[in-house]
């Protein structure tokens, strides 16, 4: 491994743990969930997208709504230092709100057919996962981005792995996302290049909305068990348009659509997933209401649906 990264990780490692420092001089811990909870709520910035708002506007927005953690894109947390921003204040911001970072949203093609295209995928992961640890990042998405089809799915496995090693020598967890219109679409493929990557730190980022789209029966997620997953992509879709036409943008609170929220809710529980509940949604009607009041009112659905399914 080149001398240059070890490097740069060494001076990472040093500032997070001058960030743990930090904490212990006073900052605060994450939230503590109650006591009964299964489930953290975390906001994905892509809710209030379209409000245009900044970085730290984002992280006070989902801290006084009352989340418990926050899913930043990585663009944002990038556009953020080259506009001046520190990382290290941000980090301390972050925490003395009581919030985690157990995943953002990042778009390497790690999994492209093409060689050089990997290598470069690989470079752009690792600077986006230290990027991320610097904030008190502990995952990152690892959506199928430039997956073609047929997917080689052992292939795909050996691509998996070496991402999860560098995010391994980093300290992220790169997150295995599918996509329902991507050739990586089914639970069943996902489950297949975790496993077989043959790392135990491999994970799967699922979602509502893409398990629908994608055509996997949501029964399968009880096939899957407490390690599986860190994070879950929580929406609902209408009945119409249909799943062959339905895009990101029709997405909606979770309660407001025809999704088995209660059954899927129930089954998260019952194979021990106790990550968080990541509230991840596109729709263009929601950006045109106060942001206040979107964060809000899908963190009241979020929980509401929680109640309905485990009472």
């Given amino acids: 491994m080149p001398c240059t990264f070890i490097s740069r990780r060494s001076l990472l490692v040093a500032g997070a743990a001058g960030a743990a420092a930090g904490l212990a001089a006073g900052a605060e811990a994450p939230r503590a969930r109650p006591a009964g909870e299964p489930f953290g709520y975390c906001l994905n910035t892509s809710t209030v997208r379209g409000h245009r708002l900044d970085l730290v506007k984002e992280v006070e927005l989902a801290a006084k709504a009352g989340y418990g953690a926050i899913e930043p894109w990585v663009g944002s947390v990038r556009r953020f230092q080259q ?10 911001k972050i925490a003395d709100l009581g919030l985690a970072v ?4 990042g778009f390497c093609r790690w999994i492209a057919a093409d060689a050089t295209q990997r ?29 073609r089809r047929p997917l080689d ?3 795909a496995a050996e691509r998996y792995g070496a991402l999860l090693d560098v995010g391994k020598e980093i300290g992220i967890v790169p997150q295995l996302e599918l996509w329902g219109p991507s050739a990586l679409h089914r639970i069943g493929q996902a489950v297949l290049i975790a496993i077989e990557s043959g790392r135990p730190n491999a994970r799967l980022l699922l979602d509502i ?15 899957l068990g407490p390690k599986a997953m860190n994070v879950f992509h929580v929406n609902d879709y209408p009945a119409d348009p249909p799943r062959e036409t339905i895009r990101d943008s029709h997405r909606v609170f979770p309660g407001d659509g025809v999704a088995p929220t209660k059954s899927i809710l129930r089954t998260l ?5 106790r990550g968080w509940l990541s509230l991840e949604l596109f729709n263009n009607e929601y950006y045109k ?8 009112t899908g963190l009241e659905k979020m929980k509401a649906a929680v109640r309905a399914a485990l009472a």
């Avoid at 909305?209 to 096939?223: D, E, P, R, V």
């Avoid at 529980?269 to 997933?273: A, L, N, P, T």
């Fill in 83 to 92: 506009g001046g921003g520190s990382l290290n204040d941000l980090r301390k």
């Fill in 102 to 105: 157990p995943s953002a949203i």
């Fill in 119 to 147: 290598q470069k995928a690989l470079e752009q992961g690792k600077a986006d996962m230290e990027l991320l640890l610097q904030i008190g990042g502990t995952g990152i998405a690892a959506p199928p981005a430039g997956a």
């Fill in 153 to 155: 799915l052992l292939a």
């Fill in 209 to 223: 909305y893409h398990i629908y789209k994608g055509g996997s029966s949501f029964a399968g997620l009880a096939m």
């Fill in 269 to 273: 529980r019952d194979i021990g997933f």
């Fill in 289 to 296: 209401r106060p942001a206040a009041e979107v964060a809000k």
